[in-house]
């Protein structure tokens, strides 16, 4: 099992910066995958991004160029860095991870770009 807290939304204008993080509650050296996702006001959840263990990333085309995830395995916390926001990416954001054949969410950060 595992717990995860993500924290860093805020409110923005477009074309600024939000740093999110997602702590795990155990080591995440062993585990596989973890990805970011987010859901929009009266949108269903989408997939923004995925990083492995071994580093390897894949982004949503929508964000690609713009996002960029990484994982600290050293403080079992993976990132997502984003940057020239853009209204559309007003969401809450939540991390997952996938062990032992069941999924895990955090509970979400707001994300709120302005125009």
């Known amino acids: 099992q595992v717990q995860l807290v993500e924290s860093g939304g805020g409110l923005v204008q477009a074309g600024g910066s939000l740093r999110l993080s997602c702590a795990a509650s155990?080591?995440?050296?062993?585990?596989?995958?973890m990805a970011w996702y987010r859901q929009a006001p009266g949108k269903q959840r989408e997939w923004v991004a995925t990083i492995t263990s071994g580093g390897s990333t894949n982004y949503a085309d929508s964000v690609k160029g713009r996002f960029t995830i990484s994982r600290d395995s050293a403080k079992n916390t993976m990132y997502l860095q984003m940057n020239s926001l853009k209204p559309e990416d007003t969401a809450v954001y939540y991390c997952?991870?996938?062990?032992?054949?069941?999924?895990?969410w955090g509970q979400g950060t707001q994300v709120t770009v302005s125009s």
């Open positions: 997952h991870t996938r062990l032992v054949r069941s999924d895990y």
């Open positions: 155990r080591t995440i050296f062993s585990i596989d995958a």
